[in-house]
């Protein structure tokens, strides 16, 4: 028994209009070609041939002839399933069965553009679509890896090396997810595939306001950064304020200038740098401080500073700062200057202060103001040396006063340096006998003589002798030193003294009373010391007994008194140095004296 066939075309209650249905036994002339039902198969082909020229051709398999014709073939990958069907329909044995290959796509432009948009958006979605998710997952790990490097934003930013490497990447993902989806076929619908374009253009607003907002953060970054700055400037401000003497306290000011010059120059649209001129008036007022609190002296070093900065620092942004120092300058050179006259170790020197004053602003008042705060320094201590209770301190200070005269480089100044050396010969005088006057011998001596010397020609030259002879002889008999010898030699009869020396070596012989003064004998060439009267058994002393010749002598006139003695032998082989014996006489009107000096052994 054959196995059936299978017969492809419509169902028989399907046929063609106008066809008869298989069976029927309907032709042309109601009956059957011979043949013609002979058999749908092996017979097929001759029915089809013995039928082509009797009536329509009529399709293999099909019953009854005049029927039309099977449909076309299905679409390749379209059919029976394996298995189903006639044998040896089929892939060969041992071979699954393959679809037919499917042609390429027409090419889309805009679908590529859409997929490298999409992908140039740093977030993979063109390979998303595409589902190429190894593409997708370089995208996302580029992306992480720029935002791991950016955030947070610094004043530094991404490296230039990264940016770059990160937009050849995304380009290079564009190009590739345009070159994929140029004939891909996408698994989306017909409503999203048209919107992909527009999706990928408004995604790329996600890169572009990721850079806005990152170069926003930036900026602010860097205005923090520059505000830091600035804060930092103004802390060194203050440090340097703090107690330090504006040597060490100036390196540490021009650090924080600096600082506020750079901010200003390349920053000045910033907000740092527009709140610098603010702190130059801080700064200012900070440098200047010492002269708010009237340390005049203090003032003069910071303000210099500060008036100096116009030639260092620009000068449209210090505008007319400087120039607003040259008031309080002036002032604290003057005041400087001027509280320093008279004051001994006066750090700086007055002259130093005012002859800065001269030579920085000659036309100042405070210029003009010199000369007559001089002559009231002077007079001052000139009246301060008889009425005040330390008259050599006061001489000290006419001293130091006219010494800084002499250095002073104003001609205006010299009527007032000789006021002040004259000031200076009466403290020297002044200071002497108050020195007497307090039992202080040994410096009156020096005082006084040392006045003699440097004023040879003063009316007080003499005076100044006679007062350092009575103390020199008070510090050896002080009942001499009761009242300062008088300046004038009394008039009146005086009465004549002869002193005979007669020992060895040259004897100074110093009196004062009534009159003062001294004399010196010189040495007796035979003369020799006496013994003691302890050794001598008593005897007196018959000294300048021989020939009158042979003594040395001088001759005093003096007035009548009490007078205070004191001889000074030099040294010889015999006697040495410094031998001194005071002694007291009285003088008395009408009578003549004789004063024998001997010299006696001291064993």
């Not at 130093?352 to 705060?373: C, G, I, M």
Request: net charge neutral; aromatic share 6%; charged share 20%.
């Amino acid at each position: 028994m054959s196995p059936p066939t299978l017969a492809f075309g419509p169902p028989p209650d399907t046929a063609p209009p106008g066809s008869t249905p298989a069976g029927a036994g309907a032709g042309p002339s109601g009956a059957v070609p011979a043949g013609a039902g002979a058999g749908a198969g092996a017979g097929a082909d001759a029915g089809a041939g013995a039928g082509a020229a009797a009536g329509p051709a009529t399709a293999a398999g099909w019953a009854g002839s005049g029927t039309a014709p099977p449909p076309p073939g299905a679409p390749p990958g379209f059919g029976p399933p394996p298995g189903y069907g006639p044998p040896g329909y089929g892939p060969p044995p041992g071979q699954s069965p393959q679809p037919p290959a499917q042609p390429p796509g027409d090419a889309n432009p805009a679908q590529a553009a859409a997929i490298a948009l999409l992908n140039l958006s740093g977030l993979g979605l063109g390979y998303v679509l595409l589902r190429n998710w190894i593409g997708a997952a370089l995208c996302w790990l580029a992306t992480a890896a720029l935002l791991v490097a950016a955030l947070p934003a610094d004043v530094d930013g991404v490296p230039l090396g990264f940016l770059v490497g990160y937009g050849v990447f995304l380009l290079a993902a564009a190009a590739d997810g345009a070159r994929r989806g140029l004939r891909a076929t996408l698994r989306i619908g017909a409503s999203f595939r048209r919107l992909a374009l527009p999706l990928a253009l408004v995604l790329l607003a996600v890169p572009a306001g990721g850079s806005l907002a990152y170069g926003s953060a930036r900026d602010e970054a860097k205005e923090q950064a520059l505000l830091e700055r600035l804060a930092a400037a103004d802390a060194l401000v203050e440090s340097a304020d703090d107690g330090l003497t504006f040597d060490k306290a100036e390196p540490v000011y021009r650090k924080a200038l600096a600082t506020y010059q750079e901010l200003a120059a390349k920053h000045a649209g910033s907000r740092a740098g527009k709140l610098v001129p603010a702190r130059l008036d801080t700064y200012y007022e900070t440098v200047s401080r010492p002269y708010a609190k009237k340390a005049y002296c203090e003032a003069v070093a910071p303000l210099k500073h500060l008036r100096g900065l116009a030639g260092t620092v620009d000068k449209e942004l210090l505008g007319t700062r400087p120039a607003k120092t040259d008031e309080p300058l002036a002032e604290s050179l003057f005041k400087c200057g001027t509280d320093a006259l008279g004051v001994t170790a006066a750090d700086p020197p007055a002259s130093e202060s005012l002859n800065a004053l001269y030579d920085t602003f000659p036309k100042s008042p405070q210029a003009t103001r010199v000369e007559p705060a001089v002559r009231a320094a002077i007079k001052t201590r000139t009246s301060a040396l008889t009425s005040g209770a330390t008259p050599c301190e006061t001489t000290e200070e006419l001293r130091t006063l006219h010494s800084s005269l002499d250095n002073m480089t104003d001609p205006g100044l010299e009527d007032a340096t000789e006021e002040a050396a004259g000031a200076v010969q009466r403290g020297d005088f002044a200071c002497g006998s108050a020195q007497f006057k307090d039992k202080e011998f040994d410096d009156a001596v020096k005082t006084m003589t040392q006045y003699a010397k440097d004023y040879p020609n003063s009316p007080d030259a003499a005076h100044a002798r006679s007062i350092a002879i009575a103390a020199e002889i008070a510090e050896e008999e002080p009942a001499a030193g009761k009242s300062l010898p008088p300046a004038d030699v009394p008039g009146g009869a005086r009465m004549v003294m002869v002193i005979s020396n007669d020992g060895p070596g040259e004897v100074e012989v110093l009196y004062t009373g009534p009159m003062t003064g001294k004399v010196t004998l010189k040495a007796c060439g035979t003369c020799t010391k006496y013994p003691s009267p302890i050794f001598a058994g008593s005897k007196k002393i018959k000294a300048c007994t021989g020939p009158s010749s042979k003594y040395p002598k001088a001759t005093l006139l003096l007035p009548a008194g009490d007078y205070h003695f004191l001889q000074k032998r030099a040294a010889t082989g015999t006697s040495t140095a410094g031998d001194t014996k005071s002694s007291k006489t009285k003088i008395e009107p009408g009578y003549s004296y004789t004063n024998c000096l001997y010299v006696t052994s001291g064993f």
